[in-house]
């Protein structure tokens, strides 16, 4: 079993940052798939970017290419999402989620997964 407990979600105006950590806790793969999700009201759930633990290998959305940075810290076994120069838009319930797996190439796709954390809220006003 693998936990997840994301944090670091807030308020911040249109321009700012936000670093939002995902911390995993139970059975530490060296070999995992890693992806953040975001869920806006009445959305549906969109993979934003994906890393392979393996190899540190990162993909993005479209959406937030440029933007957010996906990292890992190996020995806190903690996962990163640096979000920079956000926008309203950006306004969502951010899940980080795994699964003890190779994965090359990007994995954006919420089914993919077996492990979610709870979320944490992101608000970004105009």
């Known amino acids: 079993q693998v936990q997840l407990v994301e944090s670091g979600g807030g308020s911040v105006q249109a321009g700012g940052s936000l670093r939002l950590s995902c911390a995993a806790s139970?059975?530490?793969?060296?070999?995992?798939?890693m992806g953040w999700f975001r869920q806006a009201p009445g959305k549906p759930r969109e993979g934003i970017a994906s890393l392979y633990t393996g190899l540190g290998s990162t993909y993005y959305a479209d959406s937030v290419q440029g933007r957010f940075t996906i990292s890992q810290d190996v020995a806190k076994n903690t996962l990163y999402l640096q979000m920079n120069r956000l926008k309203p838009e950006d306004t969502a319930m951010y899940y980080c989620?795994?699964?003890?797996?190779?994965?090359?190439?990007?994995?954006?796709?919420?089914?993919?997964?077996?492990?979610w954390g709870q979320g944490t809220q992101v608000t970004v006003s105009s």
């Open positions: 139970g059975y530490i793969s060296s070999s995992r798939c």
């Open positions: 989620a795994a699964r003890d797996v190779v994965c090359i190439g990007p994995h954006l796709t919420n089914t993919w997964y077996n492990y």
